[in-house]
């Protein structure tokens, strides 16, 4: 009893830390007594929703969770509190104001959690006329408002816990990208390019090559030395960190072909003061061309590091797909012997290189491969965004889905990506826009 006891009191003391600015409510309540919560809100009460601008709805649901089951049924009463919103923006320093009525509908405001049980069916809080679509005025683009719902009571003597009884959605329809897939334990397959054809001829015979990718990194210690962003392994490979190398540090990996003339080798050589921070969203890209043998890496749109010289044009063009490279071992039974047993890793991912131990651990959106070495004006021009007409692209994955496992190419040329697992689309995402501030 006396664990049980300290367990209860320990629960009891975080959620008054969490409560903030309202803590009066548990000073007469035992650390035994039944309350109920939302599910949204147990670990945060603050929910984040950002969409992008071209959302006309937006739907979020919830449960009400009661600590332990109670012998009959309860019911719960949950609506829209506007009057919360000042307390909200008193606590946080915020001033956001109140999301209009015409945007949002709560389908129900009553739910029963049944007796014995502790969770309640999924209520329903619908964002609309976000676009202009409906009787509404289009809601402003990258404005915040808030919209605070709560549970405002419950039968059988249930009471509630404290902040973790309300949810505060923050409402932003924003101009930024606001979608990125989670590749932790993932990563992203392309089944048209791991075979001969129309579609792989395309990522085939590149004199010059641009990789772009947007990213967040949870952990760079995670997995292994390696974090993998984009390509072929020991090839033409995109990656952070390497053996001997720092784990928070760019490297472009353009060995090229082994079996005849190799590539640009791996660029840059460690450099402490070129680490990326973990939680951080960046702009990558990394340029090659053989025509003036540099190869370029950039951060955020700006010259990260350059390297002149590297390489030979007299080299086989690269070939990122349909295993045409891996061909070229014929050419040499001795590099065809050693190398024949990694083929499955030989090909184009997004977040895996070599093994099942590189993957990025972090988010990913709007990845582009082009035939073309970018110009550092270019890249900042069309960091977050760019036609995906523009010649010279010829991958395009913007992971704007927002749901399910397959990512779409919108060049047109039909090399969706597919996800190894069931991907997770983290929430309330909003990339920082560097080039417009």
Not at 15 to 35: H, I, L, Q
Not at 163 to 182: E, P
Not at 288 to 293: P, Q, V
């Amino acid at each position: 009893m006396k664990r049980v006891y300290q367990y209860a009191f320990v629960l009891l003391a975080t959620a008054v830390a969490a409560a903030g600015c309202k803590n009066d409510e548990y000073d007469n309540r035992s650390p035994f007594d039944n309350v109920v919560y939302l599910d949204v809100a147990e670990a945060d009460a603050t929910q984040l929703t950002t969409f992008k601008k071209t959302l006309p709805t937006l739907e979020r649901d919830f449960s009400v969770v009661m600590s332990y089951p109670a012998s009959e049924d309860v019911q719960v009463t949950v609506e829209v509190e506007p009057a919360l919103v000042a307390d909200y923006n008193a606590c946080n320093g915020t001033s956001w104001t109140m999301l209009d009525a015409a945007y949002y509908e709560l389908a129900e405001n009553t739910v029963t959690i049944p007796a014995g049980k502790t969770v309640s069916e999924r209520l329903s809080l619908m964002l609309k006329n976000l676009d202009g679509s409906g009787n509404a005025a289009e809601l402003p683009i990258d404005e915040t408002y808030l919209l605070p719902v709560t549970i405002r009571s419950a039968s059988g003597g249930v009471s509630l816990l404290g902040s973790s009884a309300t949810a505060y959605y923050v409402v932003k329809r924003s101009s930024a990208i606001t979608s990125a897939a989670s590749l932790r334990d993932n990563w992203i397959n392309f089944p048209t390019l791991d075979k001969a054809g129309p579609q792989s001829d395309l990522f085939n015979n590149l004199t010059a090559v641009t990789y772009e990718a947007i990213i967040r990194v949870d952990d760079f210690s995670k997995h292994s030395e390696i974090s993998t962003i984009m390509g072929v392994e020991n090839y033409l490979l995109l990656r952070i960190g390497d053996a001997s190398f720092p784990r928070q540090q760019l490297q472009f990996d353009g060995t090229g072909d082994a079996a005849a003339t190799p590539g640009f080798g791996k660029f840059p050589k460690k450099d402490e003061s070129k680490l990326l921070n973990a939680g951080e969203w960046y702009h990558i890209a990394a340029t090659y061309s053989y025509a003036t043998r540099e190869v370029c890496i950039y951060v955020n749109g700006k010259l990260q590091s350059r390297g002149t010289d590297l390489g030979n044009p007299a080299s086989t063009p690269f070939n990122l797909a349909g295993r045409a490279f891996y061909d070229l071992y014929l050419q040499d039974p001795v590099k065809y012997e050693q190398y024949k047993g990694w083929g499955n890793f030989r090909q184009f991912f997004l977040g895996k290189s070599y093994d099942d131990t590189r993957q990025l651990n972090g988010d990913i959106t709007e990845v582009r491969v082009w035939n073309v070495a970018r110009t550092e004006q270019e890249i900042w021009e069309n960091m977050y965004d760019v036609d995906p007409q523009t010649p010279g692209l010829i991958g395009y994955w913007k992971f704007d889905e927002g749901e399910g496992n397959v990512i779409h190419d919108w060049t047109g040329n039909g090399n969706d990506g597919v996800a190894e697992f069931d991907l997770e689309w983290p929430s309330g995402i909003e990339v920082p826009q560097l080039n417009k501030e």
